[in-house]
């Protein structure tokens, strides 16, 4: 008894050391290396075009979390490797039957990165079915809004014992990117998004309004949604980020952002937050 309480108490001790508290006092400005590349994606451009830079210059990292996802998928599972088949067989169909211009760009990065539509589809509607990261937004005391998230999502998803994180976080780090979606040569609104994913996690419109997209648990998740939609059951529902970027191209006003997302049937449970440029324009969380 006596050992296995000392064992216990080691172990315990360990991991703290592992992962104790640590205050980080250098983190700003990033250092060089960790610096999030910012890249144009003109509205006024094809769809099948418009997002051939940052496919071209992130091939390789895409290409290897693809790679990573469906070997990850056979290592929980053998049996799952049917899995697989599917991504190549029903997941190109449904590029088809996403609201414009969505498939479109899908297939363009396909062509540009030289991977299967349906690995492209899947990798930008995966978070439907697993989405993790989280925000929060706030305002000082002169009434300054900050919108802040962390990108997380990947949890779960393997242990780095380098890094001591998730593996799928890891690789996705590699990915992040900061986007200028223009439209007549003006910057019409910024994301912050991994590079090839099309949908938008958290945005800005310049003096409109600020969104982000939050986990919230449920046990069906998003897949009853995708299944839902994928078998052309309910396609009267929206995807999650793409409902944040219609409205970053579209909306005009945070009340109206605020109105829209309160009454969009989604394909996934989630919680927005959304942030206005005036004082007190600070939405709690919106429960979808």
């Given amino acids: 008894m006596l050992g296995n309480t000392i064992s216990l108490l080691f172990i315990v001790l360990t991991i703290q050391g592992i992962f104790g508290e640590q205050c980080l006092t250098d983190q700003w400005p990033p250092k060089p290396e960790r610096a999030v590349p910012t890249y144009v994606v003109s509205l006024d451009d094809p769809p099948m075009e418009r997002w051939n830079q940052v496919a071209t210059a992130f091939k390789t990292e895409i290409i290897d979390i693809l790679a990573f996802f469906k070997a990850f998928i056979v290592e929980i599972n053998p049996n799952l490797k049917f899995l697989l088949n599917l991504i190549d067989d029903k997941l190109p169909a449904v590029a088809d039957t996403l ?37 929060m937004v706030a305002q000082n005391q002169y009434g300054n809004v900050f919108h802040v998230r962390n990108l997380d999502f990947g949890v779960f998803f393997g242990w780095d014992m380098l890094n001591n994180s998730w593996i799928l976080t890891e690789k996705l780090r590699t990915l992040i990117i900061q986007i200028n979606f223009t439209r007549n040569g003006e910057v019409l609104f910024k994301t912050t998004n ?38 052309n059951i309910n396609r009267n529902q929206s995807f999650i980020t793409f409902v944040i970027r219609d409205l970053l191209t579209k909306a005009e006003s945070f009340d109206s952002v605020v109105s829209n997302l309160t009454e969009t049937e989604l394909i996934a449970p989630c919680y927005y937050i959304v942030g206005g440029p005036k004082a007190g324009q600070v939405s709690t969380p919106i429960n979808l």
């Fill in 99 to 135: 609201p414009a211009p969505y498939g479109d760009e899908m297939k363009g990065i396909s062509q540009a990165t030289g991977l299967p539509l349906g690995e492209i589809v899947l990798y930008n509607i995966f978070y439907e079915a697993s989405a993790l990261c989280t925000s």
């Fill in 194 to 231: 991994f590079a090839g994913f099309i949908g938008v996690l958290t945005g800005l419109k310049p003096n409109v309004f600020s969104a982000s997209v939050n986990s919230r648990v449920s046990l069906q998740g998003g897949y009853e949604g995708l299944i839902e939609w994928i078998f």
